[in-house]
């Protein structure tokens, strides 16, 4: 079935140090991926999005890049912070007019001192 | 937080007892969604609504019904809670005032509640 997955469920770097987060997804029909931030306790928290009719996105101190060829999608974080530790979930957008979205398992991160 | 607020935020109950879970919302948004997250996995998509008196199913809708009276509720019943249904709920909404799609497809979470089924 379509579906949506990460590779790694865990992620350790240090501070200072680049993130890379990766997703997989299976949907090629899917048009539209979010990445989510959760803070333990918390709500998820929209990061940056992208369309397919893209390849790369940036926003503030954070990219993601599709590659639509392998169905693959991206979260890199510049210069990783204390405050970056969390679990980040991808998300992809199943096209019908509701606008429903699939997410993945989430990977957590974890940013050593 | 996109004005949204959810009650309980902490609830534990009996196995076959009903629950009401209730999302409020201040900003006359059309869409809104239910999400049950559990340990390893991602968020599911329990119902969703695109205005009021609509909604259809999502992914684990068994056990679960909805309702949406007026634009700013959203209210989500265990209709008999069970053991598996302890988890916890977030709901979200896309914004949109009542009468349009969405103006964008990102979807904004509530700050979730707890349920414990025992």
């Known amino acids: 079935g379509e579906s949506v997955g990460l590779h790694l469920p865990t992620l350790s770097v240090q501070e200072g140090d680049n993130s890379i987060i990766n997703c997989a997804y299976s949907?090629?029909?899917?048009?539209?991926f979010i990445w989510y931030k959760q803070e333990s306790g918390k709500g998820p928290q929209f990061i940056i999005d992208i369309r397919s009719n893209m390849d790369k996105r940036q926003g503030q101190r954070v990219t993601v890049l599709l590659n639509k060829t392998v169905k693959h999608l991206s979260l890199q974080i510049a210069a990783t912070q204390p405050g970056d530790s969390a679990v980040y979930f991808c998300?992809?957008?199943?096209?019908?007019?509701?606008?429903?979205?699939?997410f993945g398992s989430g990977t957590r991160l974890l940013v050593r001192p | 937080d996109a004005g949204i607020t959810q009650s309980p935020r902490h609830k534990v109950t009996e196995t076959g007892t009903p629950v009401t879970l209730r999302c409020h919302q201040t900003?006359?948004?059309?869409?809104m969604y239910w999400y049950r997250q559990d340990p390893g996995h991602g968020l599911r998509l329990i119902h969703y609504s695109y205005g009021v008196k609509d909604t259809d199913k999502g992914e684990v809708s068994d056990g679960y019904s909805v309702s949406r009276s007026k634009t700013e509720d959203f209210l989500l019943t265990l209709e008999s809670a069970t053991s598996s249904q302890t988890s916890v709920y977030f709901c979200?909404?896309?914004?949109?005032?009542?009468?349009?799609?969405?103006?964008?497809?990102?979807?904004?979470f509530g700050p979730g509640t707890r349920l414990t089924v025992l």
């Open positions: 900003e006359n948004h059309r869409y």
């Open positions: 979200a909404i896309s914004f949109g005032t009542s009468g349009s799609l969405p103006t964008t497809n990102e979807q904004f």
């Open positions: 998300a992809e957008n199943k096209e019908d007019s509701s606008y429903k979205l699939i």
């Open positions: 949907n090629s029909a899917s048009d539209y």
